[in-house]
């Protein structure tokens, strides 16, 4: 049975019908408006205080301030509100009655903020557009653990967690010399972070478990998008991965047989309790010539912006050597550095 | 990136529905520059004046509030001699369900209405606060006449 005023609708002919209709529909999407970004509600999401709002916008205004933007009442922590908040009757409203406008909507979205979130090798097997995290030094194969507090930064780990979980981190440059104004305020190379666990804390910070997955070069350093940096960047893979030439191999696997050698000695009059810490952090002395020489790249006890360096090598060859050279200037600067419980890297 | 959705709709709304005293224009080469002109309220020392000031969106709007400024020279309690605001919603009471619009209109009220007991321009706070007992006093409307001085002086065509 319909209800008499959509009968009367009906009888005045079709014309009329679908006019009003859409004017109801116009009428409606002004009505179903974010506050925040001003498009129609997408994944409606309503606060203790009765006020609704995206939930991507409210999830970002609760990074910056943890009352409502509307009326300024406290709201509760992110589990909390985007449990229990999800407004069920209303997307299924702005689904059935504006499904043009739901449609674009989530058209936008995807393009907007999902696709620079989702890195996909194959579908971009020379480089992509990557959202970048300066923070640190990671090389491929090494883990790293974050503590995500800044709000932009909040956002860049959530939009990559329901992506790939992958986003570019760089190296910041040390604050003296100051950069140049054309200059990049991060490093040229960095790496890929695969984000392998993540724990949301009650009041919207992160605790991450990253781990480095391959290394780039930034091509060109793009506008930041809504706070943080994006930047194109192409992958650089090592030369001697690429290039199988026999005698090169040979080399580079002497080099590898030494620095094993090496670090086994390092590892055999090192401190036990120091062994063990590194080894819960960046795993055993690994398999393979080129995990091998990020590994020791990494537990190398020298500033950040030294190892850097190690970073921007094509090839493993060179890692190793450049490795080596510093422990050879370890060694001459203090007999037996490595039994040193107290350094705060190895 | 793309400039969001949001300004683009702003900048649209401040043309079609334009707000009584208010004119904000973006510039063409960066549309989240803003050219303002605030027309001085009527009943208040700043009636007859028109008020330039500029406004802009930094990347994180509407996360973040937008920079806002007097260029014109303003004799007002809470406006100091570069021309910065002290208002609550620029700073510490932002949200990101005010826009460019409320932003303005909560200037053109703070005009109408100085608060002396949170003043950036402290001399001009007391100066103000002293006129205004007087004024009681004598039982006469204030007459903030060095505020109207400044508005004739730099805020008259």
Redesign the interface.
Known sequence: MEAPGVSATHSAGDATGSDLLARWSTRLHSELQC?????LVYRPTITPCGHTFCRS?LE??H???Q?C??C?QPLPSPVALFTYGRHHLLTALTRRWLSHEYHERIL?VQT?EVHAHRIDYAQHPNGALLPIFVCTLVFPGMPCYLHIFE??YRLLLRRCWVGSRRFGMICGRPSQPEPAPDQLPYREYGTVLIIEKMRFLPDGRMMVLSRGERRFRVVHA??????YN?ATVAWIDDLDIIDLQQRQQQYTETLHHIMRQRLLHYRRFADQALCERIAKVYGPIPEGAQALSYWAASIVPLDRYIRYEALTLPSIRQRLLLTSSWLDTLDQHRNWWWLDSACSIM | MAIPKRITKEIGRLVSEPVPGIEAKSHEENIRYFDVTITGPVQSPFEGGAFKLELFLPDEYPMAPPKVRFLTKIYHPNIDKLGRICLDILKDKWSPALQIRTVLLSIQALLSAPNPDDPLANDVAQNWKEDEQGAIAKGTLAPWSASREWTQLYASN
């Open positions: 506050a925040i970004c001003h498009n916008c970002r205004g990074d910056h301030s009352v933007p509307s300024r936008h907007e709000p932009r793009e506008p930041q998008l809504d706070g994006m």
